[in-house]
């Protein structure tokens, strides 16, 4: 996906910074149009997951990908070529997928079903995760807006009491074969 925000602000020159941070060795970026994904054959979508894939010769155990339930179409059409990519074949069934939550987007859809079953204690990730959203300090809004960072740790906060840690990231279970 392109890093273009919706302010026409070109944020691909973060995402080495942003890995960095995250310790992110591996990863790549496409020009697709930002917020426009829905001009984009799904087809072309998923053949870029599935090149990726191929080059990298390698099979991952767990998949995170946006939930369908996002207000942001972007998010919903990466949902849609990941699912598709990553569906039953023999060589992905052993695949965990995990669909994620967006704050401003996942919350704001009108019908959201999203429903959270999987918990990561990230308490050890906090300050990692502070300083990769500082990067996008244009991106971030004041309170009461959920994109706010009091708000997230607010957020991973009530995650945490959910499952009995001090702070979590909460996914829904998409696919599991065991």
């Avoid at 995250?22 to 829905?38: A, K, Q, V």
């Amino acid at each position: 996906k392109s890093l273009l925000g919706g302010s026409g602000e070109d944020r691909r020159p973060l995402l080495p910074k942003e890995c960095e941070i995250l310790g992110i060795e591996n990863y790549i970026s496409y020009n697709f149009p930002d917020n426009g994904l829905d001009s984009v054959l799904l087809l072309d979508i998923i053949q870029s997951i599935e090149e990726y894939v191929v080059k990298e010769k390698f099979i991952p155990d767990i998949v995170f990908t946006h939930t369908p339930f996002c207000l942001n179409i972007d998010h919903r059409k990466v949902y849609e070529a990941t699912i598709t990519c990553f569906r039953g074949l023999e060589k992905y069934n052993k695949i965990k997928i995990l669909s994620y939550e967006v704050v401003s987007s996942t919350e704001w859809h009108p019908i959201n079903q999203f429903t959270p079953n999987v918990y990561i204690n990230v308490e050890k990730y906090i300050e990692y995760k502070h300083q990769a959203l500082d990067l996008y300090a244009g991106e971030m809004r004041p309170l009461p807006h959920p994109r706010n960072w009091q708000n997230i740790l607010n957020k991973m906060s009530v995650s945490g009491s959910e499952c009995g840690c001090l702070y979590a990231e909460r996914f829904q279970l998409v696919r599991e074969v065991l």
